[in-house]
């Protein structure tokens, strides 16, 4: 009787843990773990919009695609810094390098490699930053825009 009994409270832990196995959470995707960018000036600290990204961590392999910089910051209010005003680069994780590319009205009006800071340019309007950063483990885009003022 007694054996019967613990065979089956053996048996019903055996499937409770079963149970409990397939009700584990899955594994986050890669792109929840990308690394960040933020942007300051002297008077805000603004994110920036991720966009497309090539990432590898471990065995697993992730990219995804996204429309054009000026599409990412789409009804997002521009950060408002004066002509020429340093802006900083803050990433969640240090670059290997960083291209970026200023553009107005969907034209490139300059390109340069970055280090941890930019300049905002000395003309007036409305300019859409696009960030490329390359890590270690791939190719991260993003976007902020500035309004010259």
Known sequence: ML???NRFVLLLL???LFLLSGCA???HSISDNLPTLSVRSASSNTPAQRGSYSWKLGTQAEAGDSGAPTELVKGKDPMKVDPNAPLTLLFSKKPKSVKVNVLQNNNTVQTFIATKKVNAPTANGQFVYEVMATFRQGTVCYAFSVLVE
């Open 3 to 5: 054996r019967s009994k």
């Open 14 to 16: 055996c499937f409770l």
């Open 25 to 27: 959470v899955a594994p």
